[in-house]
Nanobody, 127 residues
Framework: QVQLVESGGGLVQAGGSLRLSCAAS????????MAWFRQAPGKEREFVAA????????YYADSVKGRFTISRDNAKNTVDLRLNNLKPEDTAVYYC????????????????????WGQGTQVTVSS
């Protein structure tokens, strides 16, 4: 069993920055990949970024590449998402998710492959 708790969302003006954090508890954090997804009103949940179990590889959606940065700290059981140069279209509820595949070399991009989810944190970007 894994518990995930996000924090760090809020209201920011376009061009601003936020840092989201996800704290994990339960099974060995350092053995599974982590990801961030987001869901805007009326839209499906979409992939944002992911990091492999070791932190050695990161992956991003094209829409956030160059603006968002995912990182993890296996000693603290946390995964962060740094959001820079935010745009109104980044407004959504952001969720962290855990893929329990043991030391998988890559990451998944679809929601169905992630077994555990946080409760979400709201990010609102005003124009």
């Amino acid at each position: 069993q894994v518990q995930l708790v996000e924090s760090g969302g809020g209201l920011v003006q376009a061009g601003g920055s936020l840092r989201l954090s996800c704290a994990a508890s339960g099974r060995a954090f350092s053995t599974y990949a982590m990801a961030w997804f987001r869901q805007a009103p009326g839209k499906e949940r979409e992939f944002v970024a992911a990091v492999t179990w070791s932190g050695g590889r990161t992956y991003y959606a094209d829409s956030v590449k160059g603006r968002f940065t995912i990182s993890r700290d296996n000693a603290k059981n946390t995964v962060d998402l740094r959001l820079n140069n935010l745009k109104p279209e980044d407004t959504a509820v952001y969720y962290c998710a855990a893929d329990m595949s043991y030391r998988r070399s890559g990451v998944y991009y679809t929601t169905g492959e992630y077994e555990y989810w946080g409760q979400g944190t709201q990010v609102t970007v005003s124009s």
